[in-house]
């Protein structure tokens, strides 16, 4: 395998990290995550925590204002075999994201979400619907305004 | 529940906050200049320490009074069964929101002595204000907010602020237009409840 190859994908999260092909996309679904609404996200990266916590919905409309999503590619090497999981985890922000993180997991972490879809889309309430706001237990909300104050030469 | 009409300022508050450590301030100059002619600490207290005390009068009271309300208000709607389902404070304002119940509570910034609880029912227009000017590339903004009326008075709850224009594709301004849209959500649903 050539070096310019191995180099090369180093910057393609869908290159096979073993034989450097491209892999095939064999999973896509869209996850609402309904504990992290915006002004309280914090990193988390333990797979468990996302087997706990994400709910599978089957469109971006269906997820409330304010709520976190994360979008699953589930990919397979043709050549080897070997498969990859990247999970991006953004903030739905009207036609925009606002992506947080993008984690990887290569053995097979994610597996039973990706079966858990197959069940359906039962355990999401509709962003219309009575109680997408109250959550899971009509829990209480805080949040505040953002201010962001820059001296003459605060660029970022 | 609050039946009287909405008032965002209080203006002799406003006045007060504003004209008292002036008057104070003169009053002590004037005191300065009759009895301490000559200098001394008489004179350096009454020309120096009002004015430092009204710098920070105004610069630190105005909050502080907020906070002390804002909490009592919270205090009082616990005690009356009120459920903060959600609570957005903002520079101007705070507004907390009883889903369950369809009401809403606010407190003004510029009149905190007054809170108001009504029914989310009085609320007749909800909407989102991403506060963007220019065009193409050049778009951007500089404040964002989500704003509604009752009884005719428009209630603006900024959610981002700031000194500079951001691009629209910018994470604060995004962080902004998510808050604004969520409460937008949060208040429609409210006045869905409202009887």
Redesign the interface.
């Known amino acids: 395998m050539g070096i310019f190859r191995k180099m090369r994908a180093m910057f393609h999260e869908d290159w096979c990290s073993l034989c450097q092909s491209e892999m095939d996309v064999m999973h896509k679904q869209l996850f609402a995550l309904p504990d992290v ?3 309280h996200y914090c990193s988390h990266e333990e797979p468990g925590y996302f087997r706990e916590h994400l709910v599978p919905v089957g469109k971006k409309s269906q997820i ?4 976190y999503a994360c979008g699953l590619h589930q990919y397979r090497c043709p050549q080897c075999g070997n498969r990859r999981t990247k999970l991006t985890v953004f ?1 739905p ?2 036609e ?1 994201e ?1 992506i947080e993180e993008i984690l990887f997991f290569d053995h097979g972490e994610l597996d039973g979400l990706i079966y858990q879809k197959d069940m359906g889309f039962a355990g999401f309430p509709d ?1 219309n619907g ?1 109680d ?3 959550g899971k237990n ?13 001296g003459p030469y ?1 660029y970022e | 529940m609050n039946s009287e009409p909405l008032k965002k300022k209080n203006l002799l508050y406003l006045l007060s906050y504003i004209c008292v450590p002036i008057a104070v301030t003169a009053v002590c100059f004037l005191l300065g200049y009759l009895f301490f002619r000559d200098g001394g600490m008489g004179a350096a207290i009454l020309f120096m320490v009002p004015p430092a005390l009204s710098l920070l009068w105004w610069m630190f009271a105005g909050k502080m009074i907020f906070k002390g309300k804002r909490k009592n208000m919270m205090r009082e709607l616990e005690r009356s069964g009120f459920t903060p389902n959600h609570t957005f404070d903002s520079d101007g304002s705070t507004v907390v929101v009883d889903i369950e119940h369809g009401k809403l509570a606010m407190l003004f910034f510029w009149n905190p002595f007054q809170s108001y609880v009504l029914p989310a029912s009085r609320i007749s227009k909800i909407w989102t204000d991403d506060g963007k000017t220019g065009m193409g590339p050049l778009a951007g903004s500089s404040r964002v907010s989500f704003l509604f009326t009752i009884d005719g008075v428009r209630i603006r709850v900024n959610t981002f602020t700031s000194n500079k224009r951001w691009r629209m594709d910018s994470d604060y301004i995004l962080t902004g237009i998510s808050k604004a849209d969520m409460m937008a959500e949060v208040l429609e649903e409210a006045k869905g409840r409202s009887v």
């Open positions: 609404t915006v002004g409330p204002a304010g709520m903030l922000v009207r925009e606002k962003a009575p997408a706001r109250l009509g829990g209480l909300r805080q949040d505040s305004a953002d201010r962001k104050t820059c605060g």
